[in-house]
């Protein structure tokens, strides 16, 4: 891998670790200030509701379907034109996205009894679809934002879409901090985190703008949209937002089955989601975005070695962090949740039953990174048809999974559902590329075997601080060294073990 396609990998991932953790923060306050009962369970709902949406026509259907023909139509028919396809599909892009909006705002109380119909003829309904009517204009703002960050992504440029996250967490946090804790404006805190969303989108797409106009390239809204490539676009988008959006709709199914269990259930589920999305931001969605435009590449000069070779590269890259991260959050579980989130309205019985949808999460970690590489690679490819059979495939064993589990697992089995379906999603994928003469090396599979002997050996020392069960008192600054020492020490274990095995990768 070049070294400036690491240091663009290390700069997202960066910037995506700093988003992370602002949003462990934020949700350190959601905990402090909703808790894990009725606003949070509303709030979570009505959030994931324009957040599914985002996946599912906004980002997912520009990353997968705008990037690879913006990138072969910059390749094939120079930048000009290609910023015309931009301002294309932005027109297109921003009056469907309204009128869903619009839509929206009309149908709020059907899509929260379609997507949670426990909360029927309970308090919760009202508050969800109050909610709801606050947020949904967040997919026009993430939709706009999402395209920005395609084009910007497309020309080389990745720090600005990367950091874009950053400024959506700091609105979360500040705007309930502010204006319902020190100056009481909003009298319930959902509704000022609502408000913070729809502030925190709006920041998102100004950011994004300036090193768009530092490059002088526009992108507005025109008349005469029509572009030789926008069927192309469209074509791909269709197919591909589904197919993009797979983990997230699996737990979407989640959030709908948790909503018919116990109170507390769907907020279980958010937090554990939350807690391992951060090794797939740092690493497998880092690698996945900064590679896209290189697959992209590769594939519109026919270059199918060099396909293969970003694709192993690409996987290892991923599998390296995405390993040890299963093992530590399983160890971890339980004094992550205590240490991040015990306080206030989340108590002990909180963190245990989050520690238990969160090891099931965990299981399929590596998964959803292996699938996203494989995804993005089928996309470069345009052959986004492919990967949504997959995902209805993944989507089926995930629903029902999850109805056999929940009766015996209850939330937890939820969470189990999900990492069994995106790992039979990784199968049937890379089945699909083996076909098409994508295949990987024996070194990448002697590769895995050295990683997964490096993990056994940091697992056992893992075992060692969790026995000393130093979480119990919750956030202390005895727990607080001891947590970071284990992690920190577990890191070096791991790759001090695969530097002895000669494996040099993360080096050069």
């Known amino acids: 891998m070049k070294k400036s396609t690491k240091r663009k990998i290390a700069t997202v991932g960066g910037l995506t670790g700093i988003s992370r953790i602002l949003g462990f923060v934020r949700d350190m306050v959601m905990a402090w200030l909703l808790g894990a009962g009725l606003l949070a369970d509303a709030f979570i709902v009505a959030f994931r509701i324009p957040n599914l949406l985002r996946r599912f026509m906004a980002e997912g259907a520009v990353s997968v379907a705008f990037v690879p023909v913006f990138v072969e139509s910059k390749e094939k028919d120079g930048l000009e034109k290609a910023v015309e396809l931009t ?152 197919v591909a937002a589904v197919g993009a959006s797979v983990y997230q709709l699996n737990v979407f199914i989640g959030t709908l089955l948790a909503s018919l269990l116990s109170t507390g259930s769907v907020s279980y589920l958010y937090y554990a989601n939350r807690i391992v999305e951060l090794p797939l931001g740092l690493f497998a969605f880092a690698v996945s975005n900064v590679m896209l435009p290189s697959l992209s590449s590769a594939y519109a000069r026919t270059d199918h070695q060099a396909l293969r070779t970003l694709t192993g590269e690409s996987l290892i890259a991923v599998l390296l962090f995405t390993i040890p991260a299963t093992i530590g959050i399983i160890a971890l579980a339980e004094p992550v949740f205590a240490v991040l989130f015990m306080r206030g309205a989340f108590g002990p019985e909180d963190v245990a039953a989050s520690a238990q949808a969160l090891r099931m999460y965990a299981l399929g970690l590596c998964a959803v990174g292996v699938s996203r590489v494989l995804t993005q690679t089928l996309y470069a490819m345009q052959q986004a048809n492919r990967v949504v059979r997959t995902a209805w495939i993944s989507l089926a064993v995930n629903a029902l999974l999850s109805a056999a589990l929940m009766p015996f697992l209850k939330h937890a089995g939820i969470a189990l559902a999900s990492s069994v379906s995106v790992a039979v999603q990784m199968v049937l994928l890379y089945r699909i590329l083996t076909r098409q003469g994508i295949t990987l090396s024996p070194e990448i599979w002697s590769t895995v075997g050295k990683m997964a002997g490096a993990v056994a050996a940091m697992g056992a020392g893992l075992f060692w601080f969790v026995r000393m069960e130093f979480w119990t008192e919750g956030l202390t600054l005895m727990s607080l060294s001891l947590l970071i020492s284990s992690i920190g020490l577990g890191a070096a274990v791991y790759f001090t073990l695969l530097w002895i095995m000669g494996m040099r990768y993360f080096g050069r």
């Open 87 to 238: 301002r294309g599909v932005f027109t297109l892009l921003f009056f469907s996205l309204a009128g869903l909006v619009i839509l929206g705002e009309i149908v709020a109380p059907f899509i929260v009894a379609l997507i949670a119909p426990g909360f029927l003829d309970r308090e919760i309904f009202e508050v969800t679809v109050r909610l709801t009517r606050i947020m949904f204009p967040f997919i026009l703002l993430i939709g706009t934002g999402a395209l920005l960050m395609g084009v910007l992504n497309s020309l080389g440029h990745f720090s600005a879409p990367a950091g874009a996250p950053i400024l959506l967490n700091v609105f979360m946090i500040g705007i309930p901090v502010l204006f319902h804790v020190v100056y009481p404006v909003f009298s319930s805190p959902a509704d000022a985190f609502a408000w913070g969303v729809i502030l925190g989108g709006v920041a998102q797409i100004l950011l994004q703008i300036v090193p768009l106009r530092r490059m002088r390239i526009s992108v507005r809204l025109t008349g005469n949209f029509f572009h030789p490539r926008l069927r192309q676009v469209l074509g791909l988008m269709g």
